[in-house]
């Protein structure tokens, strides 16, 4: 089974965490990224962002910005997700948790 990696950002508030994400990707061999729903519609081509991908100019230049999560994934047949909440306090809907290598090994061996 062939795996592809989509990195997708959620809501991006702040452009800079694009940038880094993008060189974060492309220091881990990763090259697809894409956008659900950023604040600024043209994160892609401002100034800040490109100067914080430092390097990873092709990231941004192929990334795809979204309307919606389901877009996003539209065509993947397996999603993992982690996120950060904007409220800690909030009660959570329970999810079932498998680290990460026992994910990818189930993953590789199917």
């Known amino acids: 089974m062939r795996i592809s ?8 508030q702040h452009g800079e965490n ?3 994400a993008a060189r974060a990707m492309k220091t881990m061999g990763f090259t697809d990224l894409a956008l659900v729903g950023p604040r600024d519609p043209k994160v892609l081509h401002r ?3 490109v100067q914080r991908a430092s390097g990873a100019n092709d990231i941004l230049k192929n ?6 999560l389901e877009e996003a994934v539209a065509e993947r047949n397996v999603v993992c997700g ?4 904007f409220d800690m306090y909030r009660k959570r809907t329970e999810r079932k948790y498998i680290e990460p290598r026992i994910f990818f090994d189930k993953l590789v061996s199917e």
């Open 5 to 12: 990696t989509r990195f997708i950002l959620i809501g991006t």
């Open 18 to 20: 694009v940038g880094a």
């Open 47 to 49: 100034q800040k962002v």
């Open 63 to 68: 990334a795809n910005i979204f309307n919606s």
């Open 82 to 85: 982690t996120g950060m909440p």
